[in-house]
């Protein structure tokens, strides 16, 4: 069974850092894309950032310059940078797998997600 475990969410001031992390487990044969989308209160959720195996990306425009995405293969792990944070960045961040399982059905699959909120 794939299980996405998602942590390095947190309260953090206006300008500050934080990195996200989450590690895909179980039942896995290849993953094609990994991804971290964010939902605040009130919005649907969306897209933040996305990485393929190839290492293309792709980005919100309101996080262009301030987030960068990054993955650990080996460890089939995705990272989520976070600079100069912003009151409006505050939301719950999911993290999003696209893989094939060990009977190469190909499957996507949702974290539990992290708060972050951003505040001073």
């Known amino acids: 069974q794939v299980q996405l475990v998602e942590s390095g969410g947190g309260l953090v001031q206006p300008g500050g850092s934080l990195r996200l992390s989450c590690v895909a487990s179980g039942g896995i044969f290849s993953i094609d894309a990994m991804g971290w989308y964010r939902q605040a209160p009130g919005k649907e959720r969306e897209l933040v950032a996305h990485?393929?195996?190839?290492?293309?990306?792709n980005y919100a425009d309101s996080v262009k310059g301030r987030f960068t995405i990054s993955t650990d293969n080996a460890k089939n792990t995705v990272y989520l940078q976070m600079n100069s944070l912003k009151p409006e960045d505050t939301a719950v961040y999911y993290c999003?797998?696209?893989?094939?399982?060990?009977?190469?059905?190909?499957?996507?699959?949702w974290g539990q997600g992290t708060q972050v909120t951003v505040a001073s």
């Open positions: 999003n797998v696209d893989l094939f399982n060990t009977v190469f059905l190909r499957r996507n699959y």
């Open positions: 990485i393929t195996t190839d290492g293309s990306t």
